[in-house]
């Protein structure tokens, strides 16, 4: 049995489970027992809620009794926070603070930043209870949520287990609004869990076997909500609603039926609807269409104080402009925002640290959380048949991997501050071994000839085909006569790429290869690598590099059609054989990935998931179904000089961190100006 409790407030102890972890932040190396982290005891300085002080800008709405004081506005037993993640410690409340995003829809990565979950991971990447008071987990399969008492959504309703009940019964279980049934994360063998609704603030989900998503899935930086604001969303809702007045709503806004109608103002991760109540830090105040900047403004429900009394988020508002990407580094470095990563490269550095000083911000570099920095993906499901045929020989692409050279690509763009390495988890993981990362990442131009020449495969009539014979200029040829060039496709978005490419382009001429690159807007680039009319793309590598043998391994399977290099077996998997394609016989280790990907979903037993990562990643090291390039390569972090508790040192990632998210940036708050 595991258990997470938090104690009444007068006890010093909060019990943490490290679910996906290790060490802090650049730390060295994890030890192999490290893979399986035992239950850790935290300690909590505040032996009581400290008396609690009204918030500055919403002070006069309380006086005026437009809103509740606030110690009726927070949970009986709010998250008090006595530890941040950076040096700064507790702070002031107030100040505005700016950011940069590219698009409108970019309005969801406040979603991500705020990063109020059911549980989150922190900067040391342990994972925690944070909107939860307290969690119970009983043999991996039965867990016991306790919500805060008193907690209360954005508009001051409470929040309490009819907003799970709502969202399982008349939302995940409705065939209108959810056609395809209830999230993946909430089937074990295809079987829903049993759920119990003990009171208001506590609910139990059981399964008859172990779910490993089930928690790690609350944490995500795009979460499995499994509760809704029943309240409001009821006025939408057919089962709810009048149907006169849900007519109206339908018309008002011209959808289709009501099942549109709830999907547009129930969407709680695109954060696209400012009436749409919510728990985060800071809630949406401008409406679409968004013009050039998205203002969002503290929540006065929001349910975490400091040590002090003082609410968080410290920051009373947050402002989103929206310029075009090419521009972000432009104005980041002339002083225009004050908290910004996102659309800043390496390349960017020595441009921003030119303007640190006129402007009044730093630049500080961060680790990357990626497998690798950049990767490529043949793309298995290519539709054309002799080059699927190619690309689905792994001789092939050991061959394309030994004639990378990776150093000198290192030393031309990352001034040596990278690492050469196969896209795989990195050192601090405690999962790490070097095999993973250097298997057949040494530049070897003659072995690399020497497999093509001798690789044989069977061609989609049966016969045999090599890759032995060339054309005038030296380009190999495939069995039908056609010159070996591959054309890899790019989101066209980053010189970076392009600039990587050209390099491996260069090298790959000396093994009788040809690169073409093309590029595509991202849309059409998704749409093409799932309909298998994409031979080869680049792209980043494995989101989460960090993980041990408790986090999910799904990345290194063909589970979802968002896996690049075997989209449509992904597909198949996800739409029941549906849509997409089998794992043909032929490719058994391919088949292994997906059967022991679901094996690990199956087990409570931590060693032998550990056991069946290990054998994933040797695979990968084997086979070479991505191709890394390099990895470890900084990213740049502007970060205004009066803004205070940002990490000088952190890592910046998707997974597990959010980005911002795990640093809490409701804690960063702002000095005053002198």
């Not at 300690?43 to 005026?64: C, F, G, I, W, Y």
């Not at 040096?87 to 829809?105: H, K, N, Q």
């Not at 922190?122 to 939860?132: A, C, S, V």
């Not at 954060?271 to 109540?277: A, F, R, S, V």
């Amino acid at each position: 049995m595991t258990a997470w409790r938090s104690p009444p407030a007068r006890r010093l102890q909060r019990l943490v489970v490290a679910v996906a972890v290790g060490l802090a932040p650049c730390a060295p190396a994890a030890l192999a027992d490290d893979a399986c982290p035992a239950i850790r005891d935290v300690a909590d300085s505040a032996a009581r809620v400290p008396t609690l002080q009204e918030t500055p800008l919403l002070a006069e709405r309380v006086s005026a009794g437009k809103l509740p004081p606030i110690a009726e506005r927070l949970p009986r037993e709010p998250l008090v926070v006595d530890r941040f993640a950076g040096a700064d410690g507790p702070g002031r409340s107030g100040g505005e603070l700016v950011t940069l995003m590219a698009i409108a829809r970019e309005v969801r990565m406040m979603v991500v930043y705020g990063y109020a979950r059911l549980v989150v991971f922190d900067d040391r990447r342990h994972l925690h209870p944070d909107l939860l008071q307290d969690v119970d987990v009983q043999d991996g399969r039965i867990f016991t949520l306790k919500l805060r008492a008193g907690h209360k959504w954005s508009d001051g309703a409470p929040f309490t287990t009819e907003d799970f009940r709502y969202f399982w019964e008349d939302v995940a279980n409705n065939a209108e609004l959810s056609p395809t049934g209830p999230p993946l994360e909430m089937l074990v063998d295809g079987k829903p869990p049993k759920i119990e609704i003990i009171d208001a603030t506590t609910i139990r989900y059981s399964w008859d076997r172990p779910n490993p998503y089930f928690l790690p899935a609350q944490a995500r930086p795009a979460p499995l909500f499994i509760f809704r604001p029943a309240h409001y969303l009821k006025q939408f809702h057919a089962k709810y609603a009048e149907p006169a007045d849900l007519k109206k709503k339908i018309d008002a806004l011209r959808q289709r039926n009501w099942a549109s109608l709830h999907n547009r103002m129930d969407d709680m991760y695109r954060n696209e609807n400012p009436d749409l109540p919510s728990l985060h830090p800071w809630i949406v105040e401008t409406r679409p269409p968004y013009q050039h900047r998205i203002t969002f403004v503290r929540n006065p429900y929001y349910h975490r104080v400091d040590v002090r009394g003082t609410q968080l988020p410290y920051i009373d508002r947050v402002h989103m402009n929206l310029v075009s990407p090419s521009l972000i580094p432009l104005k980041a470095g002339s002083g225009e925002s004050d908290l910004q990563a996102r659309y800043l490269r390496f390349d960017n550095y020595t441009f921003l640290r030119q303007g640190a000083k006129q402007f009044g911000f730093e630049v500080r570099l961060w680790e990357t959380g990626l497998g690798a920095h950049l990767a490529l993906y043949p793309n298995l499901n290519y539709a054309e048949p002799v080059w699927q045929a190619v690309l689905r020989e792994p001789n092939v692409r050991r061959a394309l991997s030994m004639a990378i050279d990776r150093e000198e690509i290192n030393e031309i763009l990352y001034v040596g501050m990278a690492t050469p390495s196969n896209n795989t988890v990195r050192p601090e993981s405690p999962l790490y071994k070097s095999e993973y990362r250097s298997k057949y990442t040494q530049l070897d131009y003659k072995e690399a000839n020497r497999v093509l020449d001798k690789v044989r495969f069977t061609m989609p009539d049966g016969k045999e085909g090599g890759l032995n014979k060339r054309n005038g200029r030296g380009v190999r040829l495939l069995p039908d006569g056609r010159p070996m060039i591959i054309v890899l496709e790019t989101a066209g978005e980053s010189t970076e790429e392009t600039d990587v490419l050209r390099l491996v382009a260069d090298s790959w001429k000396k093994i009788g290869v040809e690169l073409v690159t093309r590029p595509q807007t991202r849309e059409i680039l998704r749409g093409r690598i799932y309909s298998g009319e994409t031979m080869m793309t680049i792209w980043s590598g494995l989101e989460n590099s960090l993980p041990d043998a408790r986090s999910n391994p799904s990345e290194l399977a063909c589970l979802s059609q968002a896996v690049l290099w075997c989209p449509k077996f992904g597909q198949y998997r996800e739409t029941g054989g549906k849509s997409g394609e089998s794992i043909p016989a032929s490719l058994a280790m391919v088949k292994e990935l997906s059967e022991l990907a679901e094996k690990w979903s199956r087990t409570a037993d931590c060693r032998e998931q550990e056991r069946i990562w290990h054998r994933m990643l040797q695979i990968h090291a084997d086979f070479q179904y991505t191709i890394g390039v390099v990895t470890g390569v900084k990213q740049p972090v502007v970060v205004a000089s009066k803004l205070k508790n940002v990490p000088r040192e952190a890592v910046y990632s998707w997974e597990p961190y959010a980005f911002f998210g795990a640093y809490r940036p409701d804690s960063f708050w702002l000095e005053e100006k002198k």
